[in-house]
């Protein structure tokens, strides 16, 4: 009932070992300019108590990041307020592209990653995120991404 993306849009092999670069299940830095977390778009299977999740990530600013990490370790911490941040994860099927929608993002409790709460729009993963989606949309995202190697479900 999720898909996750190992890495953000912009991620690129060759800054694994660049030292202004770092790339973790959770947190990316790019070039020590780029800042993003990694959280999840959760949508509500209409019908049922169950949720389909996209692991995705999102640009932070350096001070939302920087606070982000301060606090990742901390209990209490999803009382902080929302950040901004922009999609950075292209969900192969949505057209238009979901790269740069925008967000806030929700801390919740330490050991759950965050939850990415689009800005309302006509966007079509939107609208999915507000009104829900059947579990025959389910399959059909599921057969949709069993051809696609670049990311992972579970």
């Not at 690129?12 to 973790?24: E, I, T, V, Y």
Request: glycine share 6%; charged share 25%.
């Amino acid at each position: 009932m999720n898909y996750s993306v190992a890495a953000p849009y912009v991620w690129d092999a060759s800054f694994a070992d660049a030292p202004d670069c770092l790339l973790s299940a959770d947190q990316c830095v790019v070039k020590a300019q780029h800042y993003f977390v990694k959280g999840l778009i959760e949508i509500p299977v209409t019908g049922s108590d169950e949720v389909f999740s996209w692991g995705v990530w999102v640009s932070l600013s350096r001070e939302n990041f920087s606070r982000a990490a301060d606090l990742w370790d901390t209990p209490g911490r999803e009382a902080e307020k929302p950040y901004f941040g922009w999609l950075t994860t292209d969900l192969p099927l949505y057209s238009p592209s979901t790269l740069d929608l925008k967000t806030r993002v929700h801390t919740r409790p330490v050991g759950e990653r965050p939850l990415v709460e689009l800005e309302p729009t006509d966007h079509p993963l939107a609208v999915e995120q507000r009104a829900g989606i059947t579990m025959d949309r389910v399959h059909e995202i599921a057969e949709a991404l069993s051809h696609d190697v670049g990311g992972e479900s579970g």
